[in-house]
């Protein structure tokens, strides 16, 4: 018997929606301020404005930079800010935190402003598997952006998804 082999998933109006898809391009830096505190613990605010204001900051053009603190120093909130307005010419976007805390807001910020009519009445499947460096919430944060707009939410691959949602 030689029946003729039909994609079903190829043939189905399934919509895949992949974060690597709106992924920002640029390299991501860590900026650890503890290297301008003394011992690692303590900061002296002018040798911390001079280390800054010495600084080269061009070296971070066009890169994203999350400003952390490797040790347990009480830094002041202003330390951060000043740091954040001597690279503000250069950079594409600084925050504070980690670098996965740095993607969880690139994708916060871009999926707050997606237009996700598109997927209106539709079935979508969140693709799961990743490359590129997806933080769980923009997962999170996509799925509930859909949530209004899509027929059904799917997560993983056509051919093996598992079902999240079911307009009814």
Same mark, same amino acid.
Not at 17 to 27: A, H, R, S, V
Not at 141 to 154: G, H, N, R, W, Y
């Given at each position: 018997?030689? #029946? ?5 998933? %190829? ?5 895949? $929606?992949?974060? !690597? @898809? /709106?992924?920002?391009?640029? #390299?991501?830096? +860590?900026f650890d301020i503890s290297q301008w505190l003394l011992e690692g613990?303590?900061?002296? #605010?002018? @040798? *911390? ?6 600084? &080269?900051? =061009?070296?971070?053009? @066009?890169?994203?930079?999350a400003l952390f603190c490797s040790t347990d120093a009480i830094v002041?909130?202003? %330390?951060?800010?000043?740091? =954040?307005?001597?690279? +503000?010419? $250069? ?9 996965? #805390?740095? !993607?969880?807001?690139? *994708? ?6 997606? &237009?996700?009519?598109?997927?209106? @009445?539709?079935?979508?499947? /969140?693709?799961?598997? +990743? ?26 691959? %056509?051919? =093996? ?8």
């Amino acid at each position: 018997m030689s #029946e003729e082999i039909i994609n079903r998933v %190829a043939n189905s109006k399934l919509v895949t $929606f992949n974060l !690597e @898809d /709106i992924y920002p391009k640029g #390299e991501r830096v +860590a900026f650890d301020i503890s290297q301008w505190l003394l011992e690692g613990i303590v900061l002296r #605010e002018s @040798d *911390f404005r001079e280390q800054a204001k010495q600084h &080269d900051w =061009s070296q971070y053009q @066009d890169k994203y930079v999350a400003l952390f603190c490797s040790t347990d120093a009480i830094v002041p909130g202003w %330390a951060y800010l000043l740091l =954040s307005l001597h690279l +503000a010419p $250069f950079v594409k976007k600084v925050t504070v935190g980690s670098l996965e #805390e740095l !993607e969880s807001t690139l *994708f916060a910020e871009l999926l707050q402003n997606l &237009d996700v009519s598109e997927y209106t @009445d539709k079935p979508v499947i /969140i693709k799961g598997c +990743a490359h590129k460096p997806i933080p769980q919430n923009a997962y999170v944060l996509l799925a509930q952006k859909l949530q209004p707009v899509a027929k059904s939410i799917m997560y993983g691959e %056509a051919c =093996s998804s598992v079902p999240l949602y079911k307009k009814r």
